[in-house]
């Protein structure tokens, strides 16, 4: 299993950015999709996650309303739109893959396969 995060960037506060997960090695039809985050000095933190399968979405409060978490399923791709980012949003994002189950958890370790990540810089 691969997981391929890009789009990562500088941008101002307010501003909007799109990552993006290309997940390849095998069928991702059941797997549960999600993006975390960690900030220097930070543990990793959880942002969305989605059940390819079915779509279902969740977020974590801080981001509710400004992020969204999609998927392609024809192209493999995973996405986080990412608007009206704040300072507090900067942090390295990594795209990641769980077995089937429950969307909500937040653990890192529910998540088997991870990508390298994509460092997203909001200044104000």
């Known amino acids: 299993v691969q997981l391929q995060a890009s789009g990562g960037g500088l941008v101002q506060a307010g501003g909007s950015l799109r990552l993006s997960c290309a997940a390849s090695?095998?069928?991702?039809?059941?797997?549960?999709m999600a993006w975390f985050r960690q900030a220097p000095g930070n543990e990793r933190e959880f942002v969305a996650a989605?059940?390819?399968?079915?779509?279902?979405?969740y977020y974590t409060d801080s981001v509710q309303g400004r992020f969204t978490i999609s998927r392609d399923n024809a192209k493999n791709m995973v996405y986080l739109q990412m608007n009206s980012l704040k300072p507090e949003d900067t942090a390295v994002y990594y795209c990641?893959?769980?077995?089937?189950?429950?969307?909500?958890?937040?653990?890192?370790?529910?998540?088997?396969?991870w990508g390298q990540g994509t460092l997203v810089t909001v200044s104000s």
């Open positions: 990641a893959a769980g077995l089937p189950g429950p969307i909500q958890s937040r653990r890192p370790n529910r998540y088997s396969f």
């Open positions: 989605i059940a390819w399968g079915s779509g279902i979405t």
């Open positions: 090695g095998r069928t991702f039809s059941n797997y549960v």
